[in-house]
């Protein structure tokens, strides 16, 4: 687990973001710090703004080079800098007698620039961050007594386990203390309620059509106004796929400076802010899910091959009885038991399909080619 902080820079006119401090200051053997993460922690740019923004919660996904994924949660809030480049005269207007006699004092025009505090982690716990990121902001912003040196050194010197199913109580050592509810397996997705919401924002029907356009390996964006609605549906659309894992490209959050990654010709489960809607118009091979206006639309050159029946219609007919009777927080449960029942139909049998080829030193089991 890393922590970082990032501060505004402007350089040649265009805003770049700059790692201010960085905990540990060098890389540990095991976990090399993430290069490029400014780019995730500001993916629509690096902008100054007239009024101060509310603070705002993310979660990035950065994958490295041996496929394994960083968890990179974004804690932005807003600091007044003052503008050289615009003026404001102190004097009122309706005293223009007088400001001819005595120079006009001359102020600089206030403007807010984005400040971001970073937890990289490879451990995928988003509440417990966003509660860790708002204490280190209530230290750093309201002077409580507790060090921030101290609070960061126990961040980073946790010790969670990655699965048994177990609870961990941790404190920062600023009054605090977070629960955190390992998995049974590591293995298991970590979803929450983010299954539920994708299918309220998009529907059963639009759902499905995702969920088989990722299985057969077909290209998917999501664009959306809202980061945490990007990471929430691409974690929701990986949680119904499981038992099945997602090994093509997977980025929930797409920084607008790397949006040529949307050309390339290999399947994609990607996420790019609504901003840059525009500049997705000219995808002629990309399934594109609006989470916003709850569409899915569907190029006329893409076939997205469906579930065999009934196992469709039984899949649908499930899906409505549950979603139609029970609150939202509830779905998520039986929404998961529905798409598992799912994988263990189509898998019935499996064995009969697989085929041993003995003439290698280890055998070779692949599905027999009669089987597709």
Not at 121 to 149: K, Q, W
Not at 178 to 201: E, H, K, M, W, Y
Not at 302 to 320: D, F, K, R
Request: charged residues 20%; hydrophobic residues 45%.
């Amino acid at each position: 687990m890393a922590w970082t902080r990032f501060l505004y820079t402007l350089v040649e006119g265009e805003g770049q973001g700059r790692i201010l401090q960085r905990f540990p200051e060098k890389d540990w053997e095991d976990s090399p710090f993430p290069q490029g993460v400014e780019l995730f922690c500001q993916p629509s740019g690096w902008q100054l703004v007239p009024e101060r923004q509310p603070a705002s919660f993310f979660v990035a996904v950065l994958t490295d080079i041996n496929s394994e994924r960083h968890y990179c949660a974004c804690f932005t809030f807003w600091e007044g800098l003052d503008n050289p480049q615009v003026r404001l005269r102190a004097t009122d207007a309706g005293d223009a007698d007088e400001a001819d006699e005595e120079p006009a004092v001359v102020q600089p025009a206030k403007v807010f620039a984005p400040k971001s505090l970073v937890v990289v982690s490879r451990l995928d716990y988003t509440e417990a961050f966003r509660n860790c990121l708002g204490l280190i902001y209530t230290v750093h912003v309201d002077g409580l007594p507790t060090p921030l040196e101290t609070v960061i050194g126990n961040l980073l010197t946790c010790v969670i386990p990655i699965a048994g199913g177990s609870q961990r109580t941790i404190t920062l050592g600023a009054g605090d203390r977070q629960v955190i509810q390992t998995p049974i397996n590591d293995a298991l997705p970590v979803s929450g309620s983010s299954v539920a919401q994708l299918f309220r924002q998009l529907g059963i029907v639009n759902v499905l059509y995702l969920f088989c356009a990722a299985l057969t390996e077909h290209k998917i964006l999501f664009l959306s106004s809202s980061y945490q609605r990007l990471t929430d549906a691409c974690r929701g659309l990986l949680a119904i796929m499981f038992p099945l894992k997602y090994s093509f490209t997977y980025v929930p959050i797409l920084p607008g400076k790397l949006l040529e990654v949307l050309s390339t010709p290999t399947p994609f489960i990607i996420g790019v802010n609504s901003f840059f809607r525009s500049e997705t118009q000219e995808l002629l091979d990309v399934i594109i899910a609006d989470l916003d206006g709850g569409t899915v639309t569907i190029p006329e050159c893409v076939h997205i091959s469906l579930l065999p029946e009934p196992l469709l219609q039984q899949t649908q007919t499930a899906l409505t009885l549950m979603t139609g009777r029970k609150p939202l927080r509830w779905w998520w449960e039986e929404i998961r038991a529905v798409f598992l029942w799912l994988f263990a139909r189509l898998f019935q049998g499996y064995r009969w399909c697989l085929h041993i080829i003995r003439i290698h030193p280890e055998p070779v089991i692949p599905v027999h080619h009669s089987c597709l």
